[in-house]
């Protein structure tokens, strides 16, 4: 890393002592998960290049964004409306929470038995080794599973702008009526941060950029359906972690450029894996940047990824905004319709999400589905059971995990998702 870097960092107040720890021990995982695959898309090189300037180059050109008189918002949750943020003049990244870091001083603040994602919220705060929290003119928390909403009202007292969104927990018409007023009062919020109104120009704009970065993805997806996958899944969950940090026109032509690649391969049934290499669903938990713990063990044991049903992924991605309104009331209902249908586990009931789960390891050929839980993640853990239960009626295999962001299980996983795949090749 360049001297500029390390001055933007020092700017930001990072702890560059703990920062160049972290980047020490990010660079080492890439290399050995990532660096070390086979028959890689060549397309993947762009991916790489993202990851190694992750804290410096694309910092650098939020920083210059800012200096021109842009915002940028920090969210840890798919509910934050990307459309909303870049109508209004700001840019919207995802906030890192898929490692641990200053658990001990976490664990002051936080009890023990908190997810692995929200203490990672707080440890990148606390340890101050993210430079995205930093560089952000407004955080958005939201009302979601029990542990984020209490754990923001500490947040609240890190930071000096964190900015809390209601969410509803029911699929009814009130909880859509709670949606709309809060996304209304977001727009709001966000036009006052940036000084700029939301025109039905900006919003239509906005809408249209979003959906095509949403639209890649979709067509990377579908590609993942061929036998041999032309694609591993850690190379495609890597896609969908980026997808919440880079510049979304630049993300879309990078992607869609990969499907190019891809499109070549199926045809040449050229694949990441040999063809009939067991295919996997996961199902679960968001997996956030540096969070490749599963996907590495999944893809060293035999078996190959075809999708992602999380908020990193399927979940996150896979509906468009409608792109047909002409007013900014048109294009925000159409914004709250789009969002209303996420279904994270802490709806209830939710069977839309064990639909859709059904419905992806059709689509997606999958010989069976491992469900992630993080430990102590009480929405998802809970709905695993009842997820397991509806796939093996309908003979889909599924082996539940519940893990954390540590390795000290992960010779544990090893042996059970080898069992596993074993299980599905007889
Ligand atoms: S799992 Fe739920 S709370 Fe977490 S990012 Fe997804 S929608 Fe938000
Ligand atoms: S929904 Fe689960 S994984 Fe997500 S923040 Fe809440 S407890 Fe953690």
Not at 90 to 106: K, P, Q, Y
Not at 197 to 220: C, M
Not at 386 to 400: D, F, H, S, T
Request: charged share 25%; with cysteine; net charge negative.
């Amino acid at each position: 890393m360049s001297e500029d870097y390390r001055l933007m960092w020092k700017n930001l107040g990072l702890n560059l002592e703990a920062h160049d720890m972290l980047l020490g021990v990010l660079g080492n995982a890439y290399k050995d998960i990532y660096l070390s695959q086979k028959e890689r898309p060549e397309g993947m090189a762009y991916f790489d290049f993202v990851m190694s300037e992750v804290h410096g180059l694309r910092i650098k050109e939020l920083l210059d964004e800012k200096a021109a008189g842009r915002k940028i918002v920090g969210a840890y949750c798919v509910f934050v409306p990307e459309e909303i943020v870049l109508a209004a003049n700001a840019t919207l990244v995802g906030l890192c929470s898929g490692a641990d870091f200053a658990i001990e001083e976490v664990e002051k603040l936080l009890p023990r038995n908190t997810c692995a994602l929200i203490k990672s919220a707080f440890g990148f705060k606390l340890g101050k080794v993210c430079p995205y929290l930093e560089s952000a003119d407004m955080i958005v928390g939201e009302n979601t599973c029990d542990g984020k909403k209490k754990a923001y009202e500490t947040l609240g007292q890190l930071v000096s702008n964190l900015y809390v969104m209601d969410l509803p927990q029911v699929k009814t018409q009130n909880g859509r009526a709670l949606l709309k007023a809060e996304y209304f009062q977001f727009k709001a919020a966000v036009e006052k941060l940036t000084g700029k109104a939301i025109t039905a120009d900006s919003l239509k704009a906005a809408i249209q950029t979003v959906n095509a970065k949403r639209k890649a993805i979709h067509r990377l997806s579908a590609l993942r359906q061929a036998d041999p996958a032309p694609i591993s899944g850690l190379d495609a969950l890597l896609a969908n972690q980026v997808f919440f940090y880079d510049n979304p026109a630049r993300f879309t032509a990078s992607v869609n450029k990969i499907c190019d690649e891809l499109e070549k391969r199926v045809e040449e049934k050229k694949g990441a894996f040999p063809a009939r290499t067991p295919r996997l669903l996961i199902s679960g938990c968001p997996q956030a940047v540096p969070n490749w713990k599963l996907p590495f063990i999944i893809e060293t044991s035999g078996a190959v990824i075809v999708g992602e049903e999380s908020c990193v992924g399927e979940r996150g991605t896979r509906n468009l905004t409608a792109e047909t309104g002409n007013t900014v009331e048109t294009m925000m209902e159409a914004i709250v319709d789009r969002y209303f249908q996420v279904d994270c586990a802490i709806f209830t009931p939710n069977p839309d999400r064990l639909a859709h789960i059904e419905q992806m390891a059709a689509q997606y050929k999958a010989d069976g589905v491992i469900h992630y839980g993080l430990q102590f993640c009480q929405p998802y853990l809970m709905e695993a059971i009842p997820v397991e239960k509806a796939l093996e009626k309908k003979n889909i295999p599924c082996l539940r995990i519940e893990t954390d962001y540590s390795m000290e299980d992960a010779g544990q996983l090893k042996t059970r998702i080898e069992a596993f795949i074993e299980q599905i090749k007889g």
